[in-house]
């Protein structure tokens, strides 16, 4: 492989020579570059398209809810192991490969759902319906363009920097394949989690059985607005547990300097909106997060933004480079590669963005215009060279797409507000399109790592991503109308916080409201942070989740620190228990995550059908507060519990 300008249309002995070089520097794939066995084949496209689905509305609901997804590539290798176990028993079965294209297919639901839920969910902040076709076409089109510039991407991050970013969710996929025979005990885990969820929530939310969220706000001494508390649902605690402690620990921090520290300050010297100045002091302070401190969060992912660009100029310049020795590149170059270094052909990433970026123009549900067509293409391309690059050492579900999108809004909006644009929805579809983008970027480099490990044929996975991606976009419009119909974007269930922000910052830049300078204090703060060598990003996302979300991720987070500690303590001198444990993990919070998502699937259609109550629970207990509480308290404890016997039931076993 050659990735500076002297590859020309014949492709010397020399640039095959150190391609192939490349390859054997690497790690040995699990099937070998000069084997073929069964890959992208009906069966797996199927399969595939069917998680897709699930798991793009488990994602959408998980995200607005908590501000954040994780990604689906684990949790559908282990389904996918399940279900063909179960066809292998019929005769049918599978190759690791088609495992690979169905897990592939999978995660590009749950890539796009985070890009549509952290923008184009923000029009109903704006009092605008979903637009069930609008948001295909953007979905869509962002989509493809978070494929087609991943490509010339591809052999510079997975292949040359394959030491250096080891892409920790494409690496544990890969493994969770090559365990193949784990199958049907991950599956075992992934219902335990499941079951215990989905329980859990309907308890808490069918049948109002006790109460999941505790918050308190006090004064102390002559400061008031102190606030805490966490709605301590599976599907957070999950995501802590995921993202592990110390991202948790950031995020948990960011939301201890907002409602520990900013708000007191503000309520304290009086700045509390009119409508919340004779509420109750957490109401108080609610407003004042919503009024000011989520432009904080603002100003803090602009600069985490930027200075992620700015860190990633040599890994663009170079993706650059081996884009531009492609397209002099002839076809028949490309194809005398070995199977596993064929990628689709980059005149086609060139072809399919320039289409792209007319059709950003020229659909009727699209027409952000000539600058913003150029502005979402520009950006977007800016994006996911960070995003891929970012996701290689954080994972995908730490992926700060919300920053990368408000950026792109701050850009847009000022860009467009001088041509005379003042209708924010135009910003936020232009937005829209880069957050989609990057998130897909982030997800297909983790695909393409797993491919890389298993020796997978990247052409055949682009291709998968591009049908997955087709099929989320035709499912994401109706799911969102379907959660915002059964609980309102914005309420309490689902805040979707990036959302209300985005849709936030869009109309203040156009209006002149903006909070400039909450804006500027964030920015100043992310700056301290990167002088003092601390992440911005998941301190931001602290800042402008409520508290009640950022604590029971923390919860999650301190757990696994504690069941790690635990492995370690009872003695793990190879490190395997510590690996068990961690793979058992991740299925269970998987399966948590699914469950209360499904659940909330459930709730939400027995309002639409109108059965049971038409507020709260549809079938509450009637139980009053105290013991709603108390209860509440026992089923944490039990949830835990259930989760950490699960977790530890197989680390000290052969197998996990």
């Known amino acids: 492989m050659s990735h500076g300008p002297s590859q020309d249309a014949t492709m010397s002995n020399d640039s095959r020579t150190a391609s192939e070089q490349t390859e054997r520097e690497g790690p040995s794939p699990t099937v070998p570059a000069g084997k073929s066995i069964a890959e992208l084949t009906i069966k797996a496209v199927l399969i595939g398209l069917a998680l897709n689905v699930v798991l793009l509305t488990a994602n959408m609901y998980l995200g607005m809810r908590s501000g954040m997804t994780i990604s689906a590539s684990i949790p559908a290798a282990v389904i996918s192991m399940g279900v063909f176990y179960a066809l292998r028993n019929a005769g049918i079965g599978g190759t690791i490969l088609e495992n690979n294209i169905v897990q592939t297919m999978t995660s590009a639901g749950e890539a796009l759902a985070a890009g549509v839920i952290f923008t184009i969910a923000g029009v109903t902040f704006l009092d605008q319906p979903i637009d069930i076709a609008g948001t295909a076409s953007v ?17 510079y991050l ?62 102390a001494g002559q400061t008031r607005g102190f606030a805490i508390g966490g709605d301590f649902t599976p599907a957070l605690i999950g995501v802590g547990y995921i993202i592990g402690p110390k991202i948790a620990g950031y995020v948990f921090g960011g939301g201890l300097i907002a409602w520990m520290m900013l708000i007191p300050l503000l309520i304290t010297g009086g700045f509390v909106p009119e409508s919340a100045a004779d509420a109750t002091l957490m109401a108080q302070a609610n407003a004042v997060w919503d009024e000011y401190i989520r432009y904080v969060g603002a100003g803090a992912m602009i600069v985490g933004g930027f200075y992620a660009i700015l860190s990633m100029s040599g890994t663009i310049r170079d993706a650059l480079g081996t884009a531009i020795a492609d397209v002099r590149g002839s076809t028949a170059a490309s194809e005398q590669r070995r199977r596993t270094q064929r990628d689709l052909p980059m005149k086609l990433v060139v072809v399919g963005a320039a289409v792209i970026a007319l059709a950003l123009v020229a659909v009727p549900q699209v027409q952000v215009g000539l600058l913003g067509g150029a502005i979402a293409v520009v950006a977007a391309f800016l994006f996911v060279a960070v995003s891929a690059y970012l996701v290689g050492v954080v994972g995908s579900s730490s992926n700060p797409v919300s920053g990368m999108a408000v950026a792109t809004i701050l850009i847009a909006a000022l860009a467009l507000k001088s041509t005379g644009v003042t209708d924010p929805v135009v910003v936020l579809v232009t937005a829209s399109v880069v957050a989609i983008a990057a998130a897909v970027a982030g997800d297909t ?18 291709i998968a991503q591009i049908i ?28 979707a ?62 757990l696994r620190a504690g ?33 209360e998502a499904i659940m909330g699937i459930v709730i939400g259609a027995l309002y639409i059908l109108e059965i049971g109550a038409a507020t709260g629970a549809p079938f509450a207990l009637g139980f009053g507060a105290e013991t709603q509480t108390i209860l509440g308290v026992v089923a944490l404890v039990a949830l835990l519990g259930i989760f950490t016997r699960g977790v530890l039931g197989g680390s000290r076993t052969a197998d996990a």
């Open 139 to 155: 979905a869509v089109l962002g989509g493809l363009l978070g494929v087609l510039f991943m490509i010339p991407m591809r052999r």
């Open 158 to 219: 997975i292949v040359e920097k394959h030491e250096e970013l080891p892409y920790p969710e494409g690496t544990a996929c890969a493994d969770v394949l090559e365990a193949g025979s784990q199958g049907k005990d991950g599956v075992k885990l992934i219902s335990l989690g499941f079951l215990a969820s989905f329980v859990y929530m309907w308890l808490a939310s069918g049948m109002a059985a006790f109460r999941t969220t505790l918050q308190t706000a006090f004064s």
């Open 445 to 462: 480099s983790q695909d393409l790592k797993t491919g890389y490990l298993l020796g997978a044929t990247p052409r055949k996975q682009q």
């Open 468 to 495: 997955g991606i087709g099929i989320s976009a035709l499912f994401a419009g109706w799911v969102l109308s379907f959660f915002h119909q059964a609980y309102g974007i914005g309420s309490e269930t689902i805040p």
């Open 497 to 558: 916080p990036q959302a209300g922000m985005m849709a936030l910052i869009s109309e203040g830049v156009l209006t002149g409201t903006a909070q400039w300078g909450m804006i500027l204090i964030g920015a100043v703060f992310a700056i301290v942070l990167i002088l003092m060598s601390v992440p911005v990003l998941p301190f931001a996302v602290g800042i402008y989740l409520p508290i009640t979300l950022a604590t029971p991720i923390f919860l999650g987070g301190l």
């Open 563 to 595: 069941i790690d500690k635990y492995v370690a303590w009872n003695g793990d001198p190879d490190g395997s228990a510590a690996e068990r444990t961690t793979y058992r993990g991740r299925i269970i919070a998987a399966g948590l995550i699914t469950g």
